[in-house]
C-alpha cells in the first residue's frame, strides 16, 4: 500500500511504500526532510452514503448526479431493416409508377411522399445530430418533429417543382436563382425542428431531396432537371 506524502519544502507530491512508514527521509527533490505519516494517521476520505445516489451538499441544496448520456447504436438488424425498408419502398414506387398510378394525381405523389420523408428524416437525424448532445431527441417528441420537419419540406418541394415548371428555363442562370433559396430555406427547416446545426440542416434537406428525385424518377415522372419540351404547332395551310 502506497503513502501519499507532500514535500513541505517544495510542495511536490510524490508517493513511497508503507514499508517507510513513520520513518524520515530526504526529499528527491529539494532534499527537505521528510517525516513520512504512519499508516494509521493517513487521512482516508470515503464517500458519504447520502450522496452515492444524488444527496444534498453542505448549502443543502439537492447534489443530482451527472446526466448520462444516451446514445443509439445501429445493429446489423436495424440496418438490414433500413435497407430492406429502403428497397421495398423502391421498388414499388417503381412498379407501380410503370403502370401509371402517380401520374397527374397529386395527392397520391404528395401522401407518397410524405410516407418516405418522416421516417427519413427521422434516420438522417440520428446521423446528423451533435453526438456530444447528451440528451438527443427519442420517442413521441422525435416522431412529432419529423413530422413537421416532413410537412415543410414537401412545402418547398412542391414550391420548387412549380418555380421549375413556371420559371426555370435551359438558363442556367434561372437554375441558380432558383436552387439556393430553396435549399436555404429547407436548412433553416431542419435546424428549427431538430434543432441541429445549420449546416447539418442543409444536408438534411439535400438527403430529402435525394429521395425525392429519386422517387420522382422511379414514379415515372421523369428527372426534375428534365425540363418539357415545348409543344410543336401545328403547320398551317
Known sequence: MAIFVVCPGCRTRFTVSDKF??????????KTIIQIPKLEEQVV????EMFSSGGRGISGQLTLK????????????MILSIVGGVLVVFVATLVLGHVGVFRDN?????IGLAVVTVPASAGAYEFLRNQEDLQPLRGRD???????CA???????????????????????TWALVIPPVFAAGAFVGYLAFEIEFSA?????AFFSLIAVILRWAAGLGWIWTLPTPATPYPVG
Do not use: D
Not at 512508514?21 to 529539494?30: E, F, I, M, N, V
Not at 397529386?106 to 404528395?110: I, N
Open 201 to 205: 440542416g442543409l444536408l438534411h434537406f
Open 66 to 77: 451527472p446526466i448520462a448520456r444516451m446514445e443509439r447504436r445501429f445493429t446489423p438488424v
Open 21 to 30: 512508514a513513520g520513518k524520515s527521509g530526504p526529499c528527491p527533490k529539494c
Open 142 to 148: 422525435l416522431w412529432m418533429r419529423a413530422a413537421i
Open 151 to 173: 410537412g415543410g419540406y414537401l412545402l418547398l418541394w412542391w414550391g420548387f417543382n412549380w418555380l421549375v415548371a413556371n420559371f426555370v428555363t435551359e438558363e442556367l442562370w
Open 45 to 48: 476520505i470515503h464517500e458519504p
Open 106 to 110: 397529386f395527392w397520391l405523389q404528395a
